[in-house]
């Protein structure tokens, strides 16, 4: 009996001390699907390539000219404008005189083509998402603002056509952007791995 209360006291202890260890210890945490990360890098990758490609193909053809939303004889290297037929006709939303003033300015055609190159650029070598995905969601906005998708007339009294008052392609665009700048999709099948390597880009998060 003298041994039983010795021992009783340690025992209550040592059985306390594993309770406790047992409780904050972390359940086991089953291992994903290995094939689960890969396929939707490579998704992401497909869907960036493919929207880097959208940005690309407005920039030639606006400066080429190669006769799909651009005529040859309306080609920037021509001496065509890529913004004043698009916002001199502008008819809808409450900023239709400022598009109407920036339409065929320079500065707005420059900031305009360098923007869809760049972000285009970006998208299909994979570096530079986070400014990509920056400066198309501005780019977006401007542009569903100047189509104005809330608006059921445009300024002359007719149907405006909009299918849907806010989720319009603009939006999707702006969403996907971020989504392959916030995922890193640049590493799979582009040079987002070299890029964020480099000193200036690892000692500046946002140029990644």
Known sequence: MAVHHTHAPRLAHRLGAALRH???RPAPVAAADPALPAAAARALATARVGLGFVFLWAFLDKALGWGYATPS??????????????????????????????????????????GLLGIGLALVGGVALRIAALGGSLLMALMW??????????????????????????LVYALLLIAVAATGAGSTWGAGRRWAELPIVRDHAWLR
Do not use: I
């Not at 006709?89 to 305009?112: C, I, N």
């Not at 100047?146 to 319009?168: C, F, I, K, M, Q």
């Open 22 to 24: 047992a409780a904050v």
């Open 73 to 114: 004889a309306r080609s920037w290297v021509d001496g065509g404008s890529p913004t004043k037929g698009f916002l001199s006709h502008v008819s809808a939303g409450p900023l239709q005189s400022v598009f109407h003033h920036m339409a065929g300015q320079t500065w707005a055609d420059w900031s305009f083509m360098l």
């Open 145 to 170: 603002a100047a189509e104005w998708p809330p608006a059921r007339h445009l300024a002359d009294g007719t149907a405006s056509g909009s299918s849907n008052p806010v989720a319009d392609y603009h």
